[in-house]
């Protein structure tokens, strides 16, 4: 059973758009149905049904699943931890998997409340794991790539409450109840941690089941949501050739050459796409395809070729997708770019990051400014009707509050509709992320959340306050430019995205941000009503 737990949402997200349908949970159950006939796979995803901790305890107890696979954002590990937790005391194997755990498997494995922890790509090893939790031998899980686990000396693998080759293993399976900062201790020296040897890449994408779909609740997925209604996540792509210093997600579905990842990227073919996209809105009901991929529009071609076949099927699906401004140039001068629209993209979101050329080469992002100028002016000159977003990373060790303010200014400048402002994370899998950071409970990767705040590690007030008084006080004319053509050009629905964003930020900034600034407090993520229901 893949279990994605309670949790908190993101405050620029309304509850009808803060859960997404976990396309890697249906993805891996396609390929375990498929593969493992003889298994049964579920999918229980709390969220979106709006269960909370009782109602989950309470199902879990009824399906009694033998396996429970979880992955998480950082900033959810607490709920992770507590789920694992909780299916350990019912006598469930845990898997733990995804851009957060696969770069934490020792410290997790020290938890004692998961077994596997596994890298990479998950479709493949989820598969050969079903096999060797069966056959249970340690031999079994050494044999599957892209895995961690704990070896006892006697060579058996260190999995659920039975075993007892390992005495610092009995002490947590026997307390589970404590917070598991109380039962941790180092594992004995009898215990091991075994990671074995990487997991290739699947060579063609279009070789993945479609996705389990009817295991989620796809009714709930963006209902009630004005500006994504029938919200689906759909991926035309893994991967990212470029190698971004803070970012997880090319490290996420990188190669393995010679011990070392390098940036790949895989695609998807358009007539696999077409199917996706006809099922997901003919059987399915969605209306508005969320792109998960890192970079939509890696592809010089297939985006555009995709959109004109939804033109000739007739088939109308707003879309919203994360993009380089390098490619988005490059598509505007082919008109690749002016398909995608036709096509039915109205959102996009660039990875701008930084205020100056010399800055993006230092964290070894290779686009530049003036080629996101560029991008940005396309946009709003010849796609009016397109939701421009940017985002920037701030708190690099050199940053000063005039860096802060130079991106603030050069966010106005570049005539997008929104900026986040996200501070740089030490996400693990980054050079910023070190052991020292992990913490048993997993209360401190809450503030993992990509919003300003003065509580995550490593932040620093002098550019909270710079982020926060250039908002308040810095009404230049580009700002001003931009909000009115925000809200004159570009028909209702930009407008009222550009409107729910602006009201969000600034009750985020002055609420969350402020109080925090003042008072200590963690700002940020939202808890539902239901969580604990
Ligand atoms: C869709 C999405 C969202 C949506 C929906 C979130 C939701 N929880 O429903 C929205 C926009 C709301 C969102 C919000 C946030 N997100 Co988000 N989001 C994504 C996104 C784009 C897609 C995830 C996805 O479906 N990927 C496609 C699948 C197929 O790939 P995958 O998840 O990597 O899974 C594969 C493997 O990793 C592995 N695997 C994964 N899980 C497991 C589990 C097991 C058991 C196994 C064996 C294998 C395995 O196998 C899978 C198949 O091969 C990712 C970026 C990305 N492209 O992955 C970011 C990402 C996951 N988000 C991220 C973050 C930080 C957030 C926020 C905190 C801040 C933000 N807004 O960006 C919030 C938190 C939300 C919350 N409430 O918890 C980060 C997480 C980084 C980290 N290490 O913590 C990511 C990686 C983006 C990034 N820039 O780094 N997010």
């Given at each position: 059973m893949f279990v994605r737990p309670p949790r908190p949402m993101?405050?620029?997200?309304g509850p009808a758009t803060?859960?997404?349908?976990p396309l890697a949970f249906a993805s891996m159950a396609a390929m375990l149905r498929r593969q493992c006939p003889d298994w049964r796979v579920e999918i229980l995803d709390a969220p979106p049904l709006e269960m909370g901790w009782h109602s989950l305890e309470r199902e879990l107890r009824a399906r009694r699943p033998s396996v429970v696979a979880m992955g998480e954002e950082a900033v959810s590990c607490v709920e992770c931890l507590r789920l694992a937790r909780l299916a350990k005391s019912l006598g469930a194997k845990v898997i733990a998997g995804g851009c957060f755990f696969g770069h934490v498997a020792p410290q997790v494995l020290k938890t004692g409340f998961v077994d596997v922890v596994a890298h990479g790509e998950g479709e493949n090893t989820i598969v050969e794991l079903a096999h060797a939790l069966r056959d249970g031998s340690a031999d079994a899980l050494n044999a599957v790539a892209g895995i961690s686990f704990l070896r006892s000396e006697r060579s058996a693998?260190?999995?659920?409450?039975?075993?007892?080759?390992c005495r610092w293993m009995e002490a947590c399976d026997a307390n589970h109840a404590l917070q598991p900062a109380v039962v941790l201790?180092?594992?004995?020296?009898e215990c091991e941690i075994v990671r074995t040897k990487p997991r290739p890449l699947l060579k063609n994408l279009d070789d993945l089941p479609m996705p389990a779909w009817d295991l989620l609740p796809m009714h709930r997925y963006g209902a009630g949501s004005r500006n994504h209604p029938g919200l689906a996540a759909i991926e035309a792509s893994r991967g990212c050739f470029d190698t971004c210093d803070f970012c997880v997600l090319w490290r996420q579905m990188g190669d393995f050459v010679s011990e070392q990842v390098r940036p790949y990227v895989r695609f998807k073919s358009v007539p696999r796409l077409l199917e996706e996209i006809k099922i997901q809105t003919r059987?399915?009901?969605?209306?508005?395809?969320?792109?998960?991929?890192?970079?939509?529009?890696?592809?010089?071609?297939i985006p555009a070729e995709l959109a004109e076949a939804l033109l000739r099927e007739n088939i109308l699906v707003g879309q919203s997708a994360w993009v380089r401004a390098d490619c988005l140039v490059r598509d505007a001068k082919s008109g690749a770019l002016a398909s995608m629209v036709r096509g039915g993209l109205n959102e996009v979101y660039v990875?701008?990051?930084?205020?100056?050329d010399e800055s993006l080469k230092s964290v070894h992002k290779t686009t530049t400014i003036p080629i996101v100028r560029e991008a940005f002016a396309i946009l709003a000159r010849d796609f009016p009707r397109v939701f421009t977003l940017g985002t920037f990373v701030y708190g690099f060790p050199t940053d000063t509050p005039e860096t802060v303010r130079a991106i603030f200014r050069l966010s106005h400048e570049l005539e997008m509709n929104h900026a986040f402002f996200i501070p740089l994370t030490p996400l693990p899998?980054?050079?910023?992320?070190?052991?020292?950071?992990?913490d048993d409970t997993g209360?401190?990767?809450?503030?993992?959340?990509?919003l300003p705040s003065?509580?995550?590690?490593?932040?620093r007030r002098d550019l909270e306050w710079a982020l926060l008084r250039a908002a308040a006080f810095h009404w230049t004319p580009a700002r001003i430019r931009t909000y009115l053509r925000g809200l004159r050009r570009g028909g209702a629905r930009k407008r009222r995205v550009t409107l729910r964003l602006a009201a969000r930020a600034t009750w985020f900034a002055a609420h969350g941000m402020l109080r925090g600034l003042l008072t200590g407090h963690r700002a940020g993520m939202v808890f539902p009503r239901w969580y604990e229901s």
């Open positions: 993101w405050p620029f997200n803060s859960f997404w349908p693998p260190v999995l659920g409450r039975s075993n007892s080759d201790e180092q594992p004995r020296p059987d399915f009901g969605r209306r508005h395809l969320g792109w998960v991929d890192p970079c939509f529009n890696a592809h010089p071609h990875g701008v990051e930084r205020p100056d899998g980054t050079p910023f992320w070190h052991d020292g950071l992990w209360e401190s990767f809450r503030d993992f959340n990509f003065a509580t995550r590690p490593g932040s």
